[in-house]
């Protein structure tokens, strides 16, 4: 399993901006799908984006299309998720998951699959 440490949460007013990283402790051989996912107190988790070791594969949930943009620095092992625009419905645990080389992952159904997972970040959007 790949192993994963999240970092950039905190606090932010609405309409701020905030970027979270995931460093993977191994490189990209190791991994096919990297993503960001949070849960809010209360609700289940959801998947918010999601970007494959190439960058061409991009998912993102439709409560963040247009404010949130993933992406990637495979010579640094480490992926990004900029987060603009936030809402105080954004307040939630981040956390980063792997679909480590060698699981199946489908496009069909992106958010399932993940096998290895970060502690998480506390992200909170005050009004």
């Known amino acids: 399993q790949v192993q994963l440490v999240e970092s950039g949460g905190g606090s932010v007013q609405a309409g701020g901006s905030l970027r979270l990283s995931c460093a993977a402790s191994e490189d990209t051989i190791r991994r096919i799908v990297i993503g960001w996912f949070r849960q809010a107190p209360g609700k289940e988790r959801e998947g918010v984006a999601l970007i494959d070791t190439t960058g061409v594969i991009r998912y993102y949930a439709d409560s963040v299309k247009g404010r949130f943009t993933i992406s990637q620095d495979n010579a640094k092992n480490t992926v990004y998720l900029q987060m603009s625009s936030m809402k105080t419905e954004d307040t939630a645990m981040y956390s980063c998951?792997?679909?480590?080389?060698?699981?199946?992952?489908?496009?069909?159904?992106?958010?399932?699959?993940?096998?290895?997972w970060g502690q998480g970040t506390q992200v909170t959007v005050s009004s």
């Open positions: 998951a792997a679909v480590s080389a060698g699981r199946r992952w489908s496009g069909r159904r992106p958010w399932d699959g993940f096998d290895s």
